[in-house]
C-alpha cells in the first residue's frame, strides 16, 4: 500500500513569486491536512480538507490556501512569497471516521521551501 | 482549544539506558494522543496512540507511554536505547468530536551516546 506522497521534495523560489506543492494521500483516505514546520515555530496546522471542502484552518494569512480535488489529492498554494515562508511543509492523510477525532494520521515526506 | 508541552527540547542518553520523554497536555474536552518520530530530512512516523482503555500502551522500536488523566500527561518511555533511536519526538493530541486537527509539542531531540 502506497503512503502519502509529496511533490516537489524539493524547492528554491525567490520572494514575491508563488509556488504550488502537492499531496497525494493514502488509498481510500478522504481527509488531508496540511502542517508548516520550521525551527522556531515548531509544527503548525495550515488547514484540511474533506471532500473537496475545506473543514478547517488554521491561524495564518490568506497568501496560504488550498484546495482537494475528487480523487482527495490536494494541493497547497502560497503567493507573494515571503522569507519566512521558507519551511518544512508536511502533508498527512487520515480516514476521518464521521463524528471521531483523529485516529491516526499517516505523514509524508515533506516539502522543504526555501525562499531566497 | 488544546495544547501541548514538552519541557525537554533535547535530551542526552546512553546507549542501552533507559529513557522517558515528557509530555503533558491541556484541553477542555476529552482527546487522542499521539507519540510520532521525525529522524533527519524525513516526515513524522508515528511510534504509538492512545484513543481508550488500557492506559500503558505500547508502540513500535520497543516504546511506550502511559496515559494519566489526573496528571494530563503522556510520558513516553523506552527500557534500552541504541544510536538509531536517535531522533526528534513530538508529543500530539486531537480532540474526539469530528476535528482532524493535531495540535503538536515543539519535539525533544533525543540523543544517544555511544
Known amino acids: 500500500k502506497a503512503g502519502v506522497t509529496q511533490t516537489p521534495r524539493y524547492l528554491i523560489k525567490t520572494r514575491g513569486q508563488q509556488v504550488t506543492l502537492s499531496c497525494s494521500p493514502i488509498?481510500?483516505?478522504?481527509?488531508v491536512s496540511w502542517y508548516q514546520q520550521t525551527p522556531g515555530q515548531g509544527l503548525q496546522f495550515l488547514f484540511e480538507?474533506?471532500?473537496?471542502?475545506?473543514?478547517n484552518k488554521g491561524n495564518f494569512p490568506g497568501r496560504f490556501s488550498g484546495r482537494q480535488f475528487s480523487n482527495s489529492r490536494s494541493e497547497m498554494n502560497v503567493s507573494t512569497l515571503e522569507l519566512g515562508d521558507s519551511a518544512l511543509y508536511l502533508c498527512?492523510?487520515?480516514?476521518?471516521?464521521?463524528?471521531?477525532?483523529?485516529?491516526?494520521?499517516?505523514f509524508g515526506q515533506g516539502t522543504r521551501l526555501t525562499v531566497v | 482549544a488544546q495544547s501541548v508541552t514538552q519541557l525537554d527540547s533535547q535530551v542526552p542518553v546512553f546507549e542501552e539506558a533507559p529513557v522517558e520523554l515528557r509530555c503533558n497536555y491541556s484541553?477542555?474536552?476529552?482527546?487522542?494522543l499521539f507519540w510520532y518520530v521525525q529522524y533527519p530530512n524525513q516526515g513524522l512516523q508515528l511510534l504509538l496512540k492512545y484513543l481508550s482503555g488500557s492506559t500503558l500502551v505500547k508502540g513500535i522500536n520497543g516504546f511506550e507511554a502511559e496515559f494519566n488523566k489526573s496528571q494530563t500527561s503522556f510520558h513516553l518511555r523506552k527500557p534500552s536505547v541504541h544510536i538509531s533511536d536517535t531522533a526528534e519526538y513530538f508529543c500530539a493530541v486531537s480532540d474526539l468530536f469530528g476535528n482532524e486537527k493535531l495540535t503538536f509539542g515543539t519535539g525533544t531531540r533525543l540523543t544517544i551516546i555511544p
Open positions: 488509498s481510500g483516505h478522504r481527509s
Open positions: 484541553s477542555s474536552v476529552s482527546v487522542y
Open positions: 498527512a492523510s487520515s480516514l476521518s471516521v464521521r463524528g471521531g477525532g483523529n485516529t491516526e494520521a499517516f
Open positions: 480538507y474533506f471532500s473537496e471542502t475545506q473543514r
